[in-house]
């Protein structure tokens, strides 16, 4: 199984945050290549925050 | 044009690989005795949920096939020749990382404070303030060696993150050997179980995301 294809529907929002967690501060780095804009970075904070208010709200239901 | 890096393996996957980013065909450059599976975009891709999936796939369909190491979103560079001087210049490094992670798979464990379990944090005096706020630390890094006692074991290695938010006092990462995986996940739904102060949620298999970055060589 996968991470894509065993996420259940309690663990599903939970995954996606693993996963954006996972995208934007693991892996290898190619030094000095990372692309994203500043724009983006904010944006994508943003959405994690969001992300994360969710999957509080999810899992304390 | 640029060229996103999705991972890098020892040799090319042996099958079909899934559209990535954007829906862009993947394929693989390979020198030195490894290989780079990449797409072309005129600009870098935005991650996104849809974009962060489309790239967790290709590099998982890798995964089933061969080690990988996982590159981190948005890596990209101008093209063939570039990627070819990466690897060149890169090989020995990430051959050794390679070996580390082959037939090993991560998988995350969260523990949030269970309903209700949360300190209050409404206090008056200075003292109070203090011990209201020492408390959550105290308690998430008992709940970590907790966490630790019964996951450790079942893992070559393991990074945790204490307190990312209030409500989140462990953040864990383990790698795990692939066929243990099973055994791992139910120790931690058991562990789940016996935890009153905190609920955990596992996700996995990941590819090694944690346990590949240069602070990991």
Aim: charged share 25%.
């Amino acid at each position: 199984m996968s991470a894509t294809s065993q996420a259940t529907a309690r663990t599903r929002d939970v995954a996606l945050v693993d996963l954006l967690d996972r995208l934007l501060s693991g892996g290898v780095v190619i030094q000095g290549e990372i692309m994203l804009a500043a724009a983006d970075i904010d944006l994508v904070a943003l959405d994690v925050r969001v992300l994360i208010a969710a999957v509080d709200k999810a899992l304390s239901q | 044009m640029t060229l996103l890096v999705y991972a890098v393996t020892d040799r090319p996957p042996l099958g079909e690989l899934p559209p990535g980013v954007e829906g862009a065909p993947v394929w693989t450059i390979s020198h030195a005795g490894l290989s780079a599976l990449v797409s072309r975009h005129e600009t870098a891709p935005v991650i996104d949920e849809r974009s962060g999936w489309a790239y967790e796939q290709v590099i998982e369909s890798g995964m089933a096939q061969a080690a990988v190491l996982p590159m981190r979103f948005g890596s990209t560079l101008a093209d063939r020749d570039a990627v070819v001087q990466w690897l060149d210049e890169r090989a020995r490094e990430l051959s050794g990382v390679l070996e580390r992670i082959r037939d090993r798979v991560e998988v995350s464990v969260r523990a949030v404070w269970a309903q209700g379990d949360e300190t209050a944090a409404q206090v008056g005096t200075g003292r109070e303030y203090m011990e209201a706020r020492l408390e959550p630390e105290r308690r998430a890094r008992a709940l970590r060696e907790r966490i630790g006692q019964a996951l450790d074991p079942l893992a070559d290695a393991s990074r945790y993150r204490l307190l990312v938010r209030p409500s989140a006092p462990v953040t864990a990462a383990f790698l795990v050997p692939r066929r243990a995986t099973e055994t791992f996940v139910a120790r931690a739904a058991e562990l789940d179980r016996e935890l009153a102060e905190a609920d955990l949620t596992c996700t996995g298999p990941w590819p090694a995301y944690s346990f590949v970055g240069s602070d990991n060589a």
